[in-house]
């Protein structure tokens, strides 16, 4: 069951009160939402999750909670057209949780794992249409020079222009269609006594790939930027990040913001999980908040 990473500092942060309009912009499990629904009383909740799956098991949640939240399946990138839908100029509190759930990684048979033998889509679309790019394209039809490029770039892998190459002359014999052919693929240019270490030798690729199939940098640019001009003056936003990339445009962004004197930094310093939380949930180890106020 997929647990909601540090939950109670991300909403703390926020600094919320009864009434208050917020944003949850990765809705997933609904963790954040649910907590803030108990907590405060009278608040509108605003919900937004790409992938409809997610957003209709979240939904469930609160069925028996009185709360007034509306559900919308679009990418936080469109934030700013999702708030004019519901007639919002001003939110008080936002929340961006960036990583993938575990019932995404375990259930979504969308090849986000690869611990699993499934197609190769890694999209977090439910139903991507047909133009809508796939994992399964970017292997099969991204030049070498693309494919070293996203492995390296966005998983920081060191061996990304071997496995570019080996997954090059792999799709030459024929299509690589699943997971399973992946992994190989990795594995067979990565060097015996590197893949036993702390994380699996395809870990970055993967990454690197799902993050190439959904924009995800691209996105997060301009959902920041979109959720800050929705804040209200003394509104907050609480960003919780898994990898480097990530946290580094989460920090670039807060620290341009606050040198323009627009925001304040509510937490100079990263905000990381206790031993406690770590202990209890292993997804929190790699999780850094940060936490920003709009000051005009």
């Known amino acids: 069951m997929h647990k909601t990473v540090l939950l109670n500092e991300a909403i703390e942060g ?27 009383s009278g608040v509108k909740l605003i919900a937004l999750d790409q992938d409809r799956g997610a957003l209709a098991e979240g939904k469930k949640k609160f069925k028996d909670v009185e709360c007034e939240i509306s559900f919308h399946n679009e990418n936080f990138r469109n934030l700013d057209a999702v708030l004019a839908k519901e007639g919002v100029e001003e939110v008080d509190g936002i929340i961006f949780d960036l990583g993938l759930s575990s019932d995404q990684l375990e259930s979504s048979g969308r090849g986000f794992s690869f611990m699993k033998d499934e197609p190769l889509e890694m999209t977090m679309k439910e139903n991507p249409l047909p133009e809508d790019v796939t994992a399964y394209d970017v292997v099969n039809s991204w030049s070498e020079e693309n494919l070293a490029d996203i492995i390296y770039g966005y998983g920081e892998e060191r061996s990304s222009r071997k496995i570019a190459h080996a997954i090059v002359e792999a799709r030459a014999k024929r299509k690589i269609e699943t997971t399973k052919d992946l992994v190989e693929i990795i594995e067979s240019v990565i060097p015996r006594r590197f893949q036993k270490g702390k994380i699996h030798c ?10 190439a199939v ?40 807060s620290r341009t ?10 937490n100079k310093k990263v905000i990381s999980g206790s031993a406690e939380e ?9 999780a850094k908040l940060r936490i920003i106020e709009k000051i005009r």
Request: contains cysteine.
């Open 202 to 211: 395809a870990t970055k690729t993967f990454q690197a790939i799902r993050i």
């Open 278 to 286: 770590i202990k209890n949930n292993p997804r929190a180890r790699s």
């Open 257 to 266: 913001m606050a040198e323009d004197g627009k925001a304040k930094l509510i």
């Open 14 to 40: 926020l600094n919320l009160k009864n009434k208050s309009i917020v944003v949850d912009a990765t809705f997933g499990g609904g963790g954040h939402s649910l907590e803030i629904c108990k907590k405060f």
């Open 214 to 253: 959904n924009d995800e940098l691209g996105a997060l640019t301009q959902g920041l930027a979109k959720g800050f001009d929705a804040l209200s003056v003394g509104g907050r936003m609480s960003v919780i990040s898994f990898h480097s990339l990530e946290d580094r445009i989460v920090k670039r962004f």
